[in-house]
């Protein structure tokens, strides 16, 4: 049970950590955004 847990807890992170890349990381770091965005795909 807790090792579910912890999986939705980084799910929920993941979600978080993409929804501030698309969002900040695109607005104010457009380059850098890109250049993140590759290195994790």
Not at 14 to 21: E, P, V, Y
Request: charged share 20%.
């Amino acid at each position: 049970m807790a090792f579910f847990c912890g999986w939705k807890l980084i799910i929920k992170y993941k979600a978080t950590f993409i929804g501030w890349l698309l969002g900040l990381g695109a607005l104010e770091n457009g380059y850098e955004f890109k250049d993140i965005k590759s290195r994790i795909t």
